[in-house]
Antibody, heavy 119, light 111 residues
């Protein structure tokens, strides 16, 4: 299983961030597909943001960021999209996409994408 | 949901054993046997090393082990090696409302 994040490296304050995670190695027929977004500000800890479950389209969000987050899936493109509105410099972080496996574990992770919020 | 509490840093000499604690609450660590641990090298993505409190993926060295008592989970690294120098994060399932919480992270140094 491989996950690859993509998106802008730089966004301005108040703008909306859109990140894409393309995955491979998962079967829509045979695998339980649950994908999550996690971020990590420079030098700081990991923070879980959101999760989407492929089969039933259930979505879960970090309650402290819920009003700013949206997550969606595109089966034809094997990708999941995260949007975060009203970006602020404190949102500067490396954003990771990860598969959520049985046991509620994040494995594997994408390589991450550093997003800087600055005017 | 507050982050799980880990010591900021732990150090040890080569060959020694060290233990990293991860303290949560009765709503997360204490309520579910769904604690996992991740190793992260600088500039790299985290990698899973322990899940479901004590289970180690086959690719992970047996020098890594996990345990839990009450609201505190622990990661022990035995036979410390230079390659173990990294950041370590715990994570726990916390219920359907906000399913996941991470720890504050611990930097391991090999003296």
């Amino acid at each position: 299983v491989t996950l690859t994040e993509s998106g802008p490296a730089l966004v301005k304050p108040t703008q909306t961030l859109t990140l894409t995670c393309i995955f491979s190695g998962l079967s829509f027929n045979n695998d339980v597909i649950r994908l999550a977004w996690i971020r990590q500000p420079p030098g700081k800890a990991l923070e879980w943001l959101a999760r989407i479950d492929w089969d039933d389209d259930d979505k879960f969000f970090n309650t402290s960021l819920k009003t700013r987050l949206a997550i969606s899936k595109d089966t034809s493109k094997s990708q999941v999209v995260l949007t975060m509105t009203n970006m602020d410099p404190v949102d500067t972080a490396t954003y990771y996409c990860a598969r959520v496996r049985s046991g509620e574990v994040f494995d594997p992770w994408g390589q991450g994408i550093l997003v800087t919020v600055s005017s | 949901q507050s982050a799980l509490t880990q010591p900021a840093s732990v150090s040890g000499s080569p060959g020694q054993s060290i233990t990293i604690s991860c303290t949560g609450t009765s709503s997360d660590v204490g309520n579910y046997n769904l604690v996992s641990w991740y190793q992260q090298y600088p500039g790299k993505a985290p990698k899973l090393i322990i899940y479901e409190v004590t289970t180690r993926p086959s690719r992970v060295s047996s020098r890594f082990s996990g345990s839990k008592s009450g609201n505190t989970a622990s990661l022990t690294i035995s036979g410390l090696q230079a390659d173990d120098e990294a950041d370590y994060y715990c994570s726990s399932y916390a219920g359907s409302a906000t399913p996941y919480v991470f720890g504050t992270g611990t930097t391991v140094s090999v003296l």
